[in-house]
Nanobody, 126 residues
């Protein structure tokens, strides 16, 4: 069992930055790959970024490359998502999730993640 709690969301002006955190507890955090997804009102949950258990490999949705950075600190059982140059279209609920899978193509798909946090709201004002 893994518990995930996101934090760091809020209201920010366009062009600003945020760093989201996801604190994990329960079974060995360092054994899991981690991902970030986001869901805007009325839309599907979209992949944002993922990171392997060691942090050695990261993956991003094509539209997220350049402004989003995923990282993890296994000593703190925490994964981060840095978002720079925020745009109004980044407004969404951001979720972190964990998966025991290590195959890169599975890390992009929400159905391969077994544990999810409750989400943190990011609202970007223009």
């Amino acid at each position: 069992q893994v518990q995930l709690v996101e934090s760091g969301g809020g209201l920010v002006q366009a062009g600003g930055s945020l760093r989201l955190s996801c604190a994990a507890s329960g079974r060995a955090f360092s054994s899991y790959a981690m991902g970030w997804f986001r869901q805007a009102p009325g839309k599907e949950r979209d992949f944002v970024a993922a990171i392997t258990w060691s942090g050695g490999n990261t993956y991003y949705a094509d539209s997220m490359k350049g402004r989003f950075t995923i990282s993890r600190d296994n000593a703190k059982n925490t994964v981060y998502l840095q978002i720079d140059s925020l745009k109004s279209e980044d407004t969404a609920v951001y979720y972190c999730a964990s998966t025991a899978s290590s195959r890169p193509w599975t890390l992009l798909r929400p159905d391969y993640y077994g544990y999810w946090g409750q989400g943190t709201q990011v609202t970007v004002s223009s």
